[in-house]
């Protein structure tokens, strides 16, 4: 099985065309960012609103534990019964596995900036809105890149099943090769979307990592905070 596919993967003519690797990387990637973008867009806003005003945090958990229980294979399953074969029935299994650690991200990240930086905000004078993105943000940088990091790995490690309703994307070579048994294409398969996986868990580390502190312009330390504060109510 392993020198079956490392034989398809040795095969140029397995790379190019319609249904060769890099269309098929490029699909894969393609639903991946839709599903994480807009994951983000519905998650991201709440997760912030709800870790400045501290009320709802039950809903986070809440909505963060019943999503994940959703099998997603599950969960597309039956948005196809129901609205018929294409894209939007695995990009909303796909959005609804990327809200939670989104959510999780955005509301935690805010929550634990320090009390002292955002009650000294508010005594100068800075609005709720101001306070949220010029304090509260980008001292949460950290953990709400590490919420993106999270998403995106789950969603392209399960971007597979959009080849259930025959959709491209790498899950291609899996089913399409245990339809016929040819389990050297279902290895191809793995490899690829476990390789991608840990690309882009590679550079969104590094992204993590130059959002922490002493990583330059992505974080407003403290005492930066304050002197932009003093320098605002001196306006």
């Known amino acids: 099985m392993l020198a079956d596919a490392l034989a398809f993967l040795a095969d140029g003519s397995n790379w190019v065309g319609p249904t060769g690797i890099l269309v098929r990387l490029w699909q894969h990637l393609g639903y991946s960012a839709l599903a994480v973008l807009i994951g983000a867009v519905l998650a991201i806003p709440v ?27 599950g969960l597309m399953t039956l948005l196809v019964l ?46 709720e809105n101001q306070v949220l ?20 790995l789950q969603v392209v490690s399960t971007a597979t099943i959009a080849a259930f309703v025959n959709l491209g994307g790498l899950g291609r070579y899996i089913f399409d090769g245990l339809a016929v048994r040819d389990y050297g294409r279902v290895m191809v398969g793995a490899l690829l979307v476990t ?21 330059g312009l992505n974080r407003v330390r403290d005492s930066r905070v304050l002197a932009e504060i003093d320098r605002r109510a001196q306006v």
């Open 47 to 73: 997760g912030l609103l709800i870790g400045h005003t501290g009320r709802g945090e039950g809903f986070v958990v809440g909505i963060a534990n019943t999503v994940r229980a959703l099998p997603s294979l």
């Open 82 to 127: 129901l609205m018929g074969t294409g894209l939007l029935p695995p990009i909303i299994a796909l959005v609804a596995l990327a809200i939670p650690p989104l959510l999780a991200g955005a509301y935690s990240g805010v929550s634990n900036v320090d009390r002292a930086t955002v009650d000294a905000a508010r005594s100068f004078g800075m609005t």
């Open 133 to 152: 993105m010029r304090v509260e943000v980008p001292n949460a940088a950290p953990l709400l890149v590490g919420g993106v990091r999270g998403a995106t």
């Open 195 to 215: 390789l991608l996986a840990l690309a882009l868990d590679a550079l969104l580390a590094r992204a993590v990592r130059a959002s922490r502190p002493g990583a």
